[in-house]
Antibody, heavy 115, light 108 residues
Framework: QVQLVQSGAEVKKPGASVKVSCKASGYTFTSYGISWVRQAPGQGLEWMGWISAYNGNTNYAQKLQGRVTMTTDTSTSTAYMELRSLRSDDTAVYYC????????WGQGTLVTVSS | DIQMTQSPSSLSASVGDRVTITCQASQDISNYLNWYQQKPGKAPKLLIYDASNLETGVPSRFSGSGSGTDFTFTISSLQPEDIATYYCQQYDNLLRGTFGPGTKVDIK
């Protein structure tokens, strides 16, 4: 069965960086891209970007351009999302999901940005 | 980026009622429109893909329609377990996605 397992919760100070991992299993990793979505407390879903697990091509949300980097490691079927220059409004649950039509989701990773 | 609007932002209906949510894209997105259900503390669940296709295992009381810029999501007979927030999501030909702001559905 398809599973996406994310890394654990993180607490970061403003200005720091965070890197969240998403380990895929149950399918051929390079056959699908990975989307990243975040949800601030009490707020809606925000699409952050997408990466092709086949060739590493990326598309990022305009508002995050320059602060976010998405990568994959095909040897371990793992996707990564790094967000830099963290601010308090980056506090959110971060999800990975398979492809652009997101049938499979990770369990979410809470990232708290606080001084 | 393509913007998505969704209405209403919340609604309250009785069990058995027909519930309709609309989603509008700022430009033509063909049928690249998905609908998700999210319950508190849970990851979203895909219900409808490509505007009108019911995901496997999703009850048939859920349906979607539309193309271009205007889309509709319907629950034909609201059930207590349908209490959730519903989001539309588009993806364009460059595989960039946007979610609508969500519609919170409650039981009256």
């Amino acid at each position: 069965q398809v599973q996406l397992v994310q890394s654990g919760a993180e607490v970061k100070k403003p200005g720091a960086s965070v890197k969240v991992s998403c380990k895929a299993s149950g399918y051929t990793f390079t056959s699908y891209g990975i989307s990243w979505v975040r949800q601030a407390p009490g707020q809606g879903l925000e699409w952050m970007g997408w990466i092709s697990a086949y060739n590493g091509n990326t598309n990022y949300a305009q508002k995050l351009q320059g602060r976010v980097t998405m990568t994959t490691d095909t040897s371990t079927s793992t996707a990564y999302m790094e967000l830099r220059s963290l601010r308090s409004d980056d506090t959110a649950v971060y999800y990975c999901a398979r492809d652009t039509t997101m049938k499979y989701w990770g369990q979410g990773t809470l990232v708290t940005v606080s001084s | 980026d393509i913007q998505m609007t969704q209405s209403p932002s919340s609604l309250s209906a009785s069990v058995g009622d027909r519930v309709t949510i609309t989603c509008q894209a700022s430009q033509d997105i063909s049928n690249y429109l998905n609908w998700y259900q999210q319950k508190p503390g849970k990851a979203p669940k895909l219900l409808i893909y490509d505007a009108s296709n019911l995901e496997t295992g999703v009850p048939s009381r859920f349906s979607g329609s539309g193309s271009g810029t205007d889309f509709t999501f319907t629950i034909s007979s609201l059930q207590p377990e349908d209490i959730a927030t519903y989001y539309c999501q588009q993806y364009d030909n460059l595989l960039r996605g946007t979610f609508g702001p969500g519609t919170k559905v409650d039981i009256k």
